[in-house]
């Protein structure tokens, strides 16, 4: 998982209830992602950062704040959580493999399984 | 807009046998880049191969292949002789070169190998 870790494995939440999901990278590497994913359709992105500092909205993101405090660590806060953000939420790392901008790829965490009841 | 498109959403291929999973796009960046993952029934989501819109060959991997098809703006996976352990969810993404930073997934496609 190119050094990709996430907190916790698995959640249960009852609906109102606040949580922050963790995630860290020890490859030094600019760019991270949260993304969720839900049976029958493929990853969504929630949010994701080019760097220290900056974070910009994806395809999902209500509901969800995030932040980017340091160069290793990516969270996830759902402030109060509803049953429809029930999901498994992947972390991942833009991987640089040289050449031009469009061969970076993504490795993932190894994802949370959310509940809310 | 970006867009990618799975079309199998559940396949069987006897093991041993080749197989396709099919993957188009739509983009109307000049320059970008195809990706497939692997996730086995273990939830990990594993890089597979990379393929660039400007390279002059197909990108192989071993048993596994890409069929890129530029013009019809396809990039779909071959395995040449299945095994047990290729049975997964199969997804294909893009990234190009005016989404920034952003991928673009297909639903995936799942692949059940039978011995």
């Known amino acids: 998982n190119a050094g990709v870790t996430q907190t916790p494995k698995f959640q249960v939440l009852k609906t109102g209830q606040s949580m922050t999901l963790q995630c860290a990278q020890d490859?030094?590497?600019?760019?991270m992602y949260w993304y969720r994913q839900d049976p029958g359709m493929g990853l969504r992105l929630i949010y994701y950062?080019?760097?220290?500092?900056?974070?910009d909205k994806g395809e999902v993101p209500n509901g969800y704040n995030v932040s980017r405090l340091n160069k290793r660590e990516f969270s996830l806060r759902l402030e109060s959580a509803a049953p429809s953000q029930t999901s498994v939420y992947f972390c991942a790392i833009l991987y640089y493999r040289g050449g031009s901008s469009v061969t970076d790829t993504q490795y993932f965490g190894p994802g949370t399984r959310l509940t809310v009841l | 807009a970006q867009k990618i498109t799975q079309t199998q959403p559940g396949m069987f291929v006897q093991e041993k046998e080749a197989v396709t999973l099919d993957c188009t796009y739509d983009t109307s960046d000049p320059s970008y880049g195809l990706f497939w993952y692997k996730q086995p029934s273990s939830g990990e989501m594993i890089f597979l191969i990379y393929q660039g819109s400007y390279d002059q060959q197909n990108a192989t991997e071993g048993r596994y292949s890409l069929n890129f098809q530029k013009a019809r703006k396809s990039a779909n996976r071959v395995i040449s002789a299945s095994q047990l352990g290729d049975s997964a969810m199969y997804f294909c993404?893009?990234?190009?070169?005016?989404?920034?930073?952003?991928?673009?997934f297909g639903t995936g496609t799942s692949l059940t190998v039978i011995p």
């Open positions: 490859m030094n590497h600019n760019s």
């Open positions: 950062s080019a760097s220290e500092g900056t974070t």
């Open positions: 993404a893009m990234r190009g070169t005016n989404t920034g930073n952003q991928f673009y």
